[in-house]
């Protein structure tokens, strides 16, 4: 039972345009959401994350929305610059855990 | 790059031996996990460590065993290879269980390939 799902396993952007990334859950426990980005042959990084008591996180050109309701959370990168391209991933976790729950990632390709 | 090393980064390795990967981090952080990431599936959790010879199994713990005797050594020990442990492996660190204020951290991964 996937209780994190990434629906897209990839998309293309072009360069300086937006770039949106989805993720749902079921899971209504989780309380914590997280990205991480993936290069080749390196580990994923952290990028952002998000608490279930906000419904947006700002970091420079990289947003997170959470839909509490429709248990969903998008990742906003603006604009697209082409060393985005990467795997992203999105991760959950409730709260006192010590386990990250993972999608499979989305691969994400920013064409100049 | 958190202080994170792996060891070794390539491994190949036949059906039925003993293999161990090394999990060493410089940050003196509590929280160590072990991921395997397999296309299809993203990163699913292997073991973590709460502290020194403190440890529990994760969602795939099936053909793994652990060990921590020290806070910067996290060993991942795959007591008789199967082909199905052909993946790569990432070790995590986090300084306090993967909080809000402390994600966890990735080491560059082990890419094991059993034959």
């Known amino acids: 039972d996937q209780q994190v799902k990434q629906n897209s396993p990839s998309l293309s952007v072009q360069e300086g345009r937006i770039s949106i990334l989805n993720c749902d859950y079921t899971n209504s426990m989780f309380d914590y959401f997280l990205w991480y980005k993936k290069y080749p042959a390196e580990g994923p990084t952290f990028l952002i994350s998000i608490s279930s008591i906000k419904d947006k996180n700002e970091d420079g050109r990289f947003t997170v929305f959470l839909n509490k309701s429709a248990k969903h959370l998008s990742l906003h990168i603006v604009p697209s610059q082409p060393g985005d391209s990467a795997v992203y991933f999105c991760?959950?976790?409730?709260?006192?855990?010590?386990?990250?729950?993972f999608g499979k990632g989305t691969k994400l390709s920013v064409i100049p | 790059d958190a202080g994170i090393t792996q060891s070794p980064r390539h491994k190949v390795t036949e059906t039925g031996t003993p293999v161990t990967l090394r999990c060493h981090q410089t940050?003196?952080?509590?929280?160590m996990y072990w991921y395997r990431q397999d296309p299809g599936h993203g990163l699913r959790l292997i073991h973590y460590s709460y502290g020194v010879k403190d440890t529990d199994k994760g969602e795939v713990s099936d053909g793994y065993s652990v060990s921590r005797s020290k806070t910067e050594d996290f060993l991942l020990t795959l007591e008789s290879a199967t082909s199905s442990q052909t993946s790569v492996y990432f070790c995590a660190i986090s300084k306090t269980g993967g909080s809000p204020d402390s994600p966890l951290h990735f080491g560059n991964g082990t890419r094991l390939t059993v034959t």
């Open positions: 991760a959950a976790s409730q709260g006192g855990s010590y386990q990250l729950t």
């Open positions: 940050e003196n952080h509590r929280y």
